[in-house]
């Protein structure tokens, strides 16, 4: 109970004394350091600094969202009261993509919340924070740790759990309704007639509304792999029991495409008619391409098939992670650029532009907003247009790009300090230490990139590029090569070399 006791927590120590880190891509770390207090402290300290920069109407709405994680329902609750005593109105969406509440606060002009921990397992957890104009940048991230935080001290018990259970109001689904609408009418219900879809539920928060697009799109759709226990799907390092799963449903099935997304809906799967999974950076291409792209800014961890195509007038080349694809997409549109896209390794597709449609006459019809912010159903919905339009097959789609292929993978549970210093090494060390280590699987280093990372290019043209994961303690490799098989082959080769330097 609160007894009006007054206790002051500042963001920056409550990050070192919790354990859970805050960054651009917001709050991220074990469920179990993600305490009530904390979240209800960093939810508080985003809106503290929204309204010292005039960010945020006093007493407006504020949006909050959910995955299927069992943690999640808890931290929603403890935002809910976050914003509610911070003097403004929480606004429950209830279980949404975090596109879906992300474009939900740019049509109503509204900050969001959106509690997800995205592709990694469901003992950790994580809160994406947005303003009402989109994700948050580096300068928010340094306004929100510098706030401090007060509340009544009895608000929480010892373990920091609320004191009092707050429930959010009832779910208004209009975030969710008005993300189906935004593809349904945008594409045309007739859009995918004709195609055969298996769609891999698992426990991505937006399975049934990416059955609710693709249907009412025109599709024939049948639902796959239900689950009730949260399974992590990562796109970018994709379960050998979802390779499996995919090739069964493809042979026992006469399926266009699967398609899929990680927990919280921003991450696309698809795969081809034999149940073969694309990989992220190229189903971006496709995208693209499709959407008639001019310019493209993309991390340097992506397939370079991207320059190589030739289908781009302007690419360029990002570190890793969403803020720094959405800072170069803005400079991209100051550039002049039209239609200005962006897409990751993950396959999480932006648009910094409004995508223009017509009604096949020439004439301008509709209008689908830009969304600069991750989003797996345009890329599933554009590849199978794309499919449409050339009249091909995926893996034909495939068949016309350069055949460049990439392959990644991460050992998990592998410390951060270990991980930088390693590279710290080879940063020193150059390409003699690059050959010394990998030297004997690809040859002689050509170039290194550390534009995120350290990214070295072989004289055979093959890459090996290492990188901390910025969210969670995993040594990431990404590889490409000419073939899937030497790509896949290369990434193994170098995880065994990795997972020596644990010690």
Known sequence: MADGTKKTVRVSELMDASGVGFGTSGARGLATAMSDEVCYVYTAA???????????????????????????????????????DMGYVPVNTGKLPSPAVASFGLIEGIPTVMVTGSHIPDDRNGIKYNRSDGEITKTDEAGIKAQEISFDEGLFDEGGMLS????????????????????????GSGALEGKAIGLYQHTSVGRELMYEILT?????????????????????????????????????????????????????????????????????IMCAAYLG???????????????????????????????????????ATAAGGECVVGYEANGGFLTNSDILGSDGEG?????????????????????????????????????????????????????????????????????????????????????????????????????IHLRPSGNAPEFRCYNEADTPERAAELNDACLAIMEAWRT
Not at 62 to 75: E, F, H, K, Q, Y
Not at 367 to 392: G, N
Not at 436 to 460: M, P, S
């Open 164 to 187: 009092e259970a707050y429930e959010l109001p009832a779910v208004d689904d209009a975030a969710g309704r008005l993300y189906v609408a935004r593809y349904v009418d945008f594409f």
């Open 293 to 331: 792209a001019d310019a493209v800014v993309t991390p340097v961890s992506c397939n370079s098939a991207v320059e190589k195509c030739e289908l781009f007038a302007q690419v360029t080349r990002t570190r890793i992670g969403s803020p720094y694809v959405i800072a170069g997409m803005v400079e």
């Open 363 to 463: 004439e301008l019809k509709k209008t689908l907003a830009a969304l600069p912010t991750r989003d797996a159903i345009l890329p599933i919905i554009s590849v199978l247009l794309l499919s449409i339009s050339k009249d091909q097959t995926v893996s034909q789609l495939l068949g016309d790009l350069p055949q460049r292929f990439t392959a990644s993978n991460r050992l998990k549970e592998f410390p951060t300090a270990t991980s930088k210093a390693k590279l710290e090494v080879f940063a020193s060390g150059g390409t003699g230490a690059f050959e010394a280590a990998f030297g004997h699987l690809c040859g002689t280093v050509t170039d290194i990139d550390d534009t995120d990372g350290l990214r070295a290019t072989y004289d055979n043209g093959e890459v």
């Open 46 to 84: 985003f809106l503290k600094h929204l309204a010292s920069s005039g960010l945020i109407d006093d007493g407006g709405a504020v949006a909050i969202a959910g995955d299927l994680r069992p943690s999640t329902d808890r931290i929603m609750a403890a935002a809910g009261r976050a914003v509610l």
């Open 216 to 284: 009412g799109l025109g599709a024939d759709v049948t639902k796959l792999g239900f689950s009730d226990v949260f399974i992590p799907v990562d796109t970018e390092a994709i379960r050998p029991e979802d390779v499996e799963l995919a090739s069964k449903w493809a042979s026992e099935n006469n399926f266009d495409a699967i398609v899929s997304a990680d927990g919280d809906t921003d991450r696309p799967l698809v795969s081809d008619e034999f149940g073969v999974w694309l990989r992220g950076d190229v189903l971006g």
